[in-house]
Each structure stands twice: as structure tokens, then as C-alpha cells.
T-cell receptor
Framework: ETGVTQSPTHLIKTRGQQVTLRCSSQ?????VSWYQQALGQGPQFIFQ???????GRGNFPPRFSGLQFPNYSSELNVNALELDDSALYLC????????????FGPGTRLTVT | AQSVTQLDSQVPVFEEAPVELRCNYS??????LFWYVQYPNQGLQLLLK??????LVKGINGFEAEFNKSQTSFHLRKPSVHISDTAEYFC????????????FGPGTRLSVLP
């Protein structure tokens, strides 16, 4: 059973640039959620994708957008990067049906300078 | 909106001592409760979960938690900690049956001292 993977592990961007983060969900999971974890804080829900459509969104502006592909992998795109976007971005996969747990990837550490 | 409170931001404890990490959530119907652990520079790993049934839940690495509906709490306990338990611990709540996101607490940093 393959776990959740994310790429890249780290990246550094400049304010105003755009970034794309990638996530491969665990085998058998059809739902992907993205979280932002600022230093010293708990993860904050960005949005969730199910059946290639956004299925819920947290309090994040539209410059945070995403995609889900037919193989259930997903991308998080952030436009017009701001310094406050520096954080660990976590992807979690799960099944849509049932209240079970989410399985998290190792995260992508984004630094905006 | 659902919220999760972890009253202690940091908990230092000596090795082999017991520990309790506190978690309270805002009241709601059909909540599902989870504890995750995060080691440095890693993602989150599930420790245990409460979905229904027995209010005492046992998880990995010797951890357990008790769901208390009247006090809206889900405290995490371990009778004897090890140095390797040093990590950040997050309590999370999930609403509803399907496709609902998690709401995480701010985390508790457990430091196990030799």
C-alpha cells in the first residue's frame, strides 16, 4: 500500500511569484484535502477535492486554487505569493464515505522571501 | 463553527512519568475525534480516533484517550513516556459523516526529559 507523497520537499519563492505543489493520494482514496501549517500552529484547512471538484473551502483567498486528476492526485496552486504564505503545506487523502481518518503526506515547506 | 482548544502549549515531563494532554472541543452533534502526532520536519501520523462505541480509545505507542461528551473533552494519556515521545501533538475534530474536513487544535509540544 503506497502512502501519501508530496513534491517538492522544500522550495523557496519570491514574493509575487506563483507556485504549484503536488500530492499523490494513498491507494484506494478518492478525496484529497490541503492544509497550511504556519510555524508553531496547527494545520488550517484550505480546501478539499472529491471527484475532481472542490468540495469545501476554508478561509483562504481565491489566489489559492487546486486541481484533482482522474487518478485522484492533486495540485495546490498559489498565485501572487505573500510573505505570510511561508508555511508547511500538508496534503491528506481519505475516502469520501465515512468519518474515518485522513492520511497525511510529509508536507512541502514553502519559504517566500 | 467547530473549534478545538488545547489548553497547554508546552508540557515538559520526565522520562517514565505519566502524561495527560488536554483537548476540548465546541459542542456539536456527530463529532468524530482524533489525535495526531507530528515529529520534527514530518507530516502528521494518526495516534488514535474516536468514532463511536467505547469512550476509552487505545492507540499506537501506548497512548489512550477518553471521550467525555458532557465535558466535551478528549484528553490524551500515556502512563509512562519515553524520550522518543517528544513531538507535537494535535487534537482534531471532524464533523458529519462524509467528506468533512478536520478542524485542528493549536497543538501541544510534549518534551520528555531524561
Amino acid at each position: 500500500e503506497t502512502g501519501v507523497t508530496q513534491s517538492p520537499t522544500h522550495l523557496i519563492k519570491t514574493r509575487g511569484q506563483q507556485v504549484t505543489l503536488r500530492c499523490s493520494s494513498q491507494s484506494g482514496h478518492n478525496t484529497v484535502s490541503w492544509y497550511q501549517q504556519a510555524l508553531g500552529q496547527g494545520p488550517q484547512f484550505i480546501f478539499q477535492y472529491y471527484r475532481e471538484e472542490e468540495n469545501g473551502r476554508g478561509n483562504f483567498p481565491p489566489r489559492f486554487s487546486g486541481l484533482q486528476f482522474p487518478n485522484y492526485s492533486s495540485e495546490l496552486n498559489v498565485n501572487a505569493l505573500e510573505l505570510d504564505d511561508s508555511a508547511l503545506y500538508l496534503c491528506a487523502s481519505s475516502t469520501y464515505i465515512g468519518p474515518g481518518e485522513q492520511y497525511f503526506g510529509p508536507g512541502t515547506r514553502l519559504t517566500v522571501t | 463553527a467547530q473549534s478545538v482548544t488545547q489548553l497547554d502549549s508546552q508540557v515538559p515531563v520526565f522520562e517514565e512519568a505519566p502524561v495527560e494532554l488536554r483537548c476540548n472541543y465546541s459542542s456539536s452533534v456527530s463529532v468524530y475525534l482524533f489525535w495526531y502526532v507530528q515529529y520534527p520536519n514530518q507530516g502528521l501520523q494518526l495516534l488514535l480516533k474516536y468514532l463511536s462505541g467505547s469512550t476509552l480509545v487505545k492507540g499506537i505507542n501506548g497512548f489512550e484517550a477518553e471521550f467525555n461528551k458532557s465535558q466535551t473533552s478528549f484528553h490524551l494519556r500515556k502512563p509512562s513516556v519515553h524520550i522518543s515521545d517528544t513531538a507535537e501533538y494535535f487534537c482534531a475534530v471532524r464533523r458529519g459523516e462524509n467528506g468533512q474536513n478536520f478542524v485542528f487544535g493549536p497543538g501541544t509540544r510534549l518534551s520528555v526529559l531524561p
